[in-house]
């Protein structure tokens, strides 16, 4: 079987354990019931749906625990077709096929117009979860089903770790999380591959290899070729996604503090936080609730989308420092929110517009960019 486009997590796995009979061997029966509780809630689910072994699986195991039931969520299949490879129109034709004989409807999606010459795989994703959620919304589904197993949460957590992630971060994915106003169900997020492939084969089915999956030009491939080196260690795909569950035990416990800390800084009856509280309150906080409450405020009053955390943790520092000499009056502005500090008075607002300049006349000395007084080197 063939399908189109793929997904960063076709093929490989990042050293799964087979240490017991949960971790290898097909998928029963008796373990759909439990896999696809969450199902129950929603009327209606788009599953999607690549080709490639972990997507198939979850096709093919969905349907089948949908047919054995009196009652269910309609069940909807989509395969979105990136343009990036030739293959890729009749692989979603097959997909289709597939689907057809379980059942179950299904749709091709096109990701259409030029293709951006860098970062294509996170551009690629954004674009997939865009068209499956509109996908969605038009066949009337509430929910959204991935594949990600454990060992995409591991090459997650690796990759997130990479690159300077915070604890929210290192979380990893969630498997009952939202996103563009759909629920997104990820059944298999405990599960490692080599059980989702056993399940294929001993039910004779075949699927998709995406040979980008492969290509040590992209981040997560080449975290995946490190992973017998990594297992090796000790740092399999179990360890990693134990970590994660452990993280965002943490992460929670971490915004229950948050939210309560805001709850108090609120005045009777306030809906938002306070344009203006007090610094020595905020500076009796833990370090860590009192950056999440500024990253919060400043998200709700900017105007230039999420708060980067290095730059947040930056303007924090710069924050507590200004704090030592409050006379000093502090401004700041990060994300499009100013942050303002005044005494003992910490100030969190939407930032003016950027002034407009005038157009400098070509080949002027003013023509380039200013580094500390002196002219750089054009952009």
Excluded: C
């Excluded at 997650?156 to 300077?164: E, H, I, P, S």
């Excluded at 490190?226 to 943490?250: F, H, I, K, S, W």
């Amino acid at each position: 079987m063939t399908t189109g486009g793929g997904t960063a997590m076709d093929t490989g796995a990042l050293g799964s354990p087979e240490s017991g009979p949960q971790e290898a061997g097909a998928i029963a029966d008796g373990d759909l019931d439990a896999l696809f509780a969450p199902f129950t809630s929603h009327p209606r689910i788009l599953i999607a749906v690549s080709g490639g072994p972990d997507s198939t699986a979850l096709l093919h195991l969905a349907a089948r625990w949908r047919a054995g039931r009196a009652d269910g969520p309609d069940l909807i299949a989509a395969t979105v077709d990136h343009g990036l490879r030739a293959e890729a129109a009749a692989e979603a034709e097959a997909v289709g096929a597939f689907a057809a004989r379980l059942g179950v409807p299904h749709r091709i999606l096109v990701w259409p117009g030029a293709k951006p010459a860098h970062g294509i795989q996170e551009a690629a994703r954004e674009a997939r979860y865009s068209l499956l959620a509109e996908a969605a919304r038009q066949a009337g589904a509430t929910a959204l089903a991935l594949a990600h197993t454990r060992d995409d949460q591991a090459e997650t957590v690796l990759f997130r770790l990479a690159r300077g992630s915070g604890i929210s971060g290192l979380s990893g994915m969630r498997s009952d999380a939202a996103r563009l106003g759909l629920a997104l169900l990820r059944p298999f997020l405990d599960v490692p591959k080599a059980r989702l492939v056993a399940t294929l084969e001993a039910a004779g089915l075949g699927f998709v290899s995406d040979p980008s999956n492969g290509d040590l030009r992209y981040a997560r491939p080449r975290l995946r070729a490190m992973a017998q080196v990594l297992a090796g260690e000790g740092l399999d795909a179990r360890r990693l996604a134990v970590l994660a569950r452990r993280v965002a035990r943490a992460d929670q416990a971490l915004e229950a503090a948050t939210d309560a800390a805001e709850a108090a800084l609120r005045l009777p009856g306030a809906q938002e936080f306070h344009d203006t509280i007090s610094f020595d309150v905020f500076q009796a906080l833990p370090d860590e609730i009192a950056l999440r409450l500024l990253g919060r405020a400043i998200h709700r009053v900017g105007t230039e989308g999420p708060v980067e955390l290095a730059k947040l943790e930056a303007l924090f520092e710069a924050l507590k420092a200004a704090g030592q000499a409050p006379s000093a009056p502090f401004r700041r502005t990060l994300a499009g929110a100013l942050v303002s500090l005044r005494g003992a008075a910490l100030q969190v607002a939407t930032a003016p517009p950027r002034r407009k300049t005038s157009p400098i006349a070509p080949n002027s000395p003013g023509d380039g960019s200013v580094v500390l007084g002196k002219k750089g080197p054009r952009s």
